[in-house]
Structures are given as C-alpha cells and as structure tokens.
T-cell receptor, first 118, second 113 residues
Framework: GAGVSQSPRYKVAKRGQDVALRCDPI?????LFWYQQALGQGPEFLTY????????KSGLPSDRFFAERPEGSVSTLKIQRTQQEDSAVYLC????????????????FGAGSRLTVL | GENVEQHPSTLSVQEGDSAVIKCTYS??????FPWYKQELGKGPQLIID?????GEKKDQRIAVTLNKTAKHFSLHITETQPEDSAVYFC????????????FGGGTRLMVKP
C-alpha cells in the first residue's frame, strides 16, 4: 500500500475487555514498530519486529500487552484485561531496510488507533 | 537508555515570524536526529532529519542544526504560515534495531494569522 494503515482508528473498551489493534505496514518494509502516545506526550517505544522476529519488546508496559507479526507483514497488538491507564493512541511505524545507515531507515507512521478504556 | 528533552512545550508566533524548537539528548552514541510534524488526528510525519556527521541541514523554510559536543539540536522554521501550526517532535536514534527512535515530549506551535 501507499502508506501504513491501522485499524480500527477508534476503539472504546470497557475495563477488563481484550482489544486487538492491527497494522498493515508499507509493502516490503522489513522493520515494524509499535509506539504508545499518551495525550499531550511524545510517542514511547513498545516493541520492534524485523520481519517476523520480535527483536525487542522491552517497552511493553506489562504482560497484558502482546504483539505478533507471524508472516512478516501485518502486525497485531493485543491488550488483555484493559485498564484505564491503557487509554492512548497506539502508533505503528515501518521502515524499508535494516542496516547501519539510519538516514536510509526513515520511519513512516500510520495515523494510529485511539483506545479509550472506560 | 536515551533521554530526549524538548523545549518549549508550546510556542505561539505571528505569521511571518521565525520559530525555534530545541532538543537535548543524553546518549552520545546517537547519530540520527529526525523531526516529525503531527497534525490533529494524524500520525507523525517526517519533515527533516540530520545525521551526526553534518552540522546543519536546510530544506526551504526549515533548517536543523546539530551540536554533537553539547548534545543538542534545533529546528528552525522561517516565514511561518498558519499551516505550520501543529505539534512538532524531535527524536534521536543510534541507527540500530531498525532505527528505533526516542522522542521528545513535543512542541505545540501556533501560528497566528
């Protein structure tokens, strides 16, 4: 696709419900990231995939958060037993290459999924 | 880990004036510094970036400067226009792990016509 596509754009969940957020990266992009953006703050790293391998999940706030990218393209971020503090915009980003030239690894972000937990 | 501080948090300027946003970073191994613009309801969009082997980069009305010794970098927007109004984020990366970015807290820029 032309850009990074995320769905749903908006999700309202009752506390305790499970949610799944989907990311369709740009076709052929190797790297995929999930970020969490609380209201009025900068994005914070959650997890990183290189193809289907989850190489870094150090930013996931608890074991209620789980991400996967089984075929190296589409990724899903799942949050179990949602809490009010999970309310945020969840951003997905992808980049084309893996390598030591950071200028070539420009991250392109999707529009995000806004999660509101009541 | 890396820590990026950004100032000011809000900035209001008159149309046609210049705007400057400043960021500092903590990890001397960081070597890539992008700036993103985020409009309401949208994801961050890259507007300019700079690598550590360059001190300054300019693209039309936008310029970024980098001082590696002091570990700070700045975004300069000249001849501001109302459509420049948005939230701007600086970020830093060591270029590893697929270019994982650490973001600053953001600056809300308001350009008054």
């Amino acid at each position: 696709g032309a850009g990074v596509s995320q769905s749903p754009r908006y999700k309202v969940a009752k506390r305790g419900q499970d949610v799944a957020l989907r990311c369709d990266p740009i076709s052929g992009h190797v790297s995929l990231f999930w970020y969490q953006q609380a209201l009025g703050q900068g994005p914070e790293f959650l997890t990183y995939f290189q193809n289907e391998a989850q190489l870094d999940k150090s930013g996931l706030p608890s074991d209620r958060f789980f991400a996967e990218r089984p075929e190296g393209s589409v990724s899903t971020l799942k949050i179990q037993r949602t809490q009010q503090e999970d309310s945020a915009v969840y951003l997905c980003a992808s980049s084309l290459v893996v390598g030591s030239n950071p200028g070539a690894n420009v991250l392109t972000f999707g529009a995000g999924s806004r999660l509101t937990v009541l | 880990g890396e820590n990026v501080e950004q100032h000011p948090s809000t900035l209001s300027v008159q149309e046609g004036d210049s705007a400057v946003i400043k960021c500092t970073y903590s990890d001397s191994a960081s070597n890539y510094f992008p700036w993103y613009k985020q409009e309401l309801g949208k994801g961050p969009q890259l507007i300019i970036d700079i690598r550590s082997n360059v001190g300054e980069k300019k693209d039309q009305r936008i310029a970024v400067t980098l001082n590696k010794t002091a570990k700070h970098f700045s975004l300069h927007i000249t001849e501001t226009q109302p459509e420049d109004s948005a939230v701007y984020f600086c970020a830093a990366s060591k270029g590893n792990a697929g270019n994982m970015l650490t973001f600053g807290g953001g600056t809300r820029l308001m350009v008054k016509p």
